[in-house]
């Protein structure tokens, strides 16, 4: 069993910064990625980076390349996302995801979210113009 549980949400305007945490407990010993995903209204679950534990690799998505940035802190078993030159368009839930003894694949296909199991119950993002 894996907990997951995300903070640091909130509201802010454009431009402005947010860093979102991931806090995990329970059994990881098999987590080897990790992911943060967006669902807006009437929209798919869009994932928007990843991290693969094992290999200290990250991905992005092209919508956030060069404003977010994800890392784990070992210590406090936590994956944070640094979110910064906010837009109107990043407003969503925003989940945070693992996968265990996930196998090796392109930096897309670590965005799908159909190969992660374990969820967080989502935080809201809103960033006003």
């Known amino acids: 069993q894996v907990q997951l549980v995300e903070s640091g949400g909130g509201s802010v305007q454009a431009g402005g910064s947010l860093r979102l945490s991931c806090a995990t407990s329970?059994?990881?010993?098999?987590?080897?990625?990790m992911g943060w995903f967006r669902q807006a209204p009437g929209k798919d679950r869009e994932g928007i980076a990843t991290?693969?534990?094992?290999?200290?690799?990250?991905y992005y998505a092209d919508s956030v390349k060069g404003r977010f940035t994800v890392s784990l802190d070992n210590s406090q078993k936590t994956l944070f996302l640094q979110m910064n030159s906010l837009e109107p368009a990043d407003s969503s839930m925003y989940y945070c995801?693992?996968?265990?003894?996930?196998?090796?694949?392109?930096?897309?296909?670590?965005?799908?979210?159909?190969?992660?199991?374990?969820w967080g119950q989502g935080i809201r993002v809103t960033v006003s113009s």
């Open positions: 329970g059994n990881t010993r098999d987590i080897n990625l």
């Open positions: 995801a693992a996968a265990e003894r996930a196998t090796t694949m392109t930096a897309r296909k670590t965005l799908s979210a159909n190969l992660f199991r374990n």
């Open positions: 991290f693969y534990a094992t290999t200290g690799k990250s």
